[in-house]
């Protein structure tokens, strides 16, 4: 069966989609009354997500045991993508602040980079954590363009890079030929990094693709060849599942990607989607970051647990 499957919001256009969807499971809105929605991340332990809401100065948290939304944090720095790392504590982007965070299990919020060479970072965008604990986050420009998610200012780095912040502490640049950086997440096994460029957003022309790099030993990276092109607006977040697909956020909805580049399905959400991630107890749960709002929907895949 090809094409959207009636009142699911499940979009094939590959066989091989078919696997990952349950037929009859549904995209349901958990949530309205963003301004702009990023960052989801699960926090299993207590049965919640927390996301971000740019414009509006908070992160939002909504309870897996009753469906209530709460403010977590406000204000919260424009904080953006966030992850969780190996010890469980949330690790964040703030734009307002441009650097990258730790929030500690007692509350204490600590400085993972917010210099590079002596330079402030532009406004850090995602954020991943390697299973040796480093960490790994973009650093567009995007919340130093304006003040609606940020404070407009002028980049001391005056260009966007990746980064690495190994576990002794230092910050290096491990890509550096990226206009908007955006999006990042590891493979499965950690062996490829795969990073989203969403530069046409202010260069007529620019990138609006997601590229893959092999990950090396010493924590540099090599390769970078196109993975897939964006065929409705631009790539922003993205998560993989286990068997290496990539889920990740478009104009119309959630494109899923096969290890091998090929567009095999969508998850069609009403308004533009900027980030998502797996859930739940089984890391079966999609949750979709839409523009004003938070969708999930169950799937036959499971996320990679970060931990």
Not at 46 to 62: E, F, K, Q, T, V
Not at 128 to 153: H, L
Not at 196 to 209: L, Q, S, Y
Not at 222 to 251: K, N, P, Q, Y
Request: glycine share 12%.
């Amino acid at each position: 069966m090809y094409g959207v499957i009636d009142g699911t919001g499940l979009d094939v256009i590959a066989p091989d989609f078919e696997t990952c969807i349950i037929g009859h499971a549904r995209v349901e809105r958990l949530w309205t009354g963003a301004r702009w929605s990023e960052g989801p991340v699960w926090f299993a332990a207590g049965r919640y997500l927390l996301w971000s809401d740019i414009p509006n100065d908070r992160i939002l948290r909504w309870d897996d045991t009753d469906g209530t939304v709460s403010t977590f944090r406000q204000p919260s720095n424009n904080a953006n993508g966030h992850t969780v790392d190996r010890q469980g504590r949330l690790v964040s982007c703030e734009h307002l602040t441009r650097r990258v965070t730790r929030t500690e299990h007692d509350g204490r919020v600590t400085v993972i980079a917010d210099r590079v060479d002596g330079k402030r970072l532009n406004s850090p965008n995602d954020v991943v954590v390697k299973s040796d604990g480093s960490v790994w986050f973009t650093d567009p420009s995007y919340g130093i363009m304006m003040d609606y998610e940020g404070d407009r200012a002028e980049s001391e780095i005056g260009a966007c890079h990746v980064y690495r912040v190994g576990p002794d502490g230092a910050v290096a640049a491990v890509a550096t030929d990226y206009l908007k950086p955006n999006g990042l997440a590891f493979s499965p096994d950690e062996s490829l990094l795969y990073i989203a460029d969403t530069g046409v957003t202010h260069h007529a022309g620019g990138p609006k693709h997601i590229r893959r790099h092999a990950v090396n030993a010493d924590g540099t990276l090599s390769g970078g060849e196109v993975f897939a092109e964006c065929t409705s607006g631009v790539f922003d977040g993205f998560r993989l599942d286990r068997d290496g697909r990539i889920w990740t956020s478009a104009a119309d909805g959630v494109h899923c990607y096969a290890p091998d580049g090929r567009l095999i399905g969508k998850v069609r959400i009403p308004e533009m989607v900027a980030n998502v991630c797996f859930g739940g107890a089984k890391l079966n749960r999609l949750f979709i970051c839409g523009t004003t709002s938070l969708y999930s929907v169950f799937l036959n895949v499971n996320g990679v647990s970060p931990v």
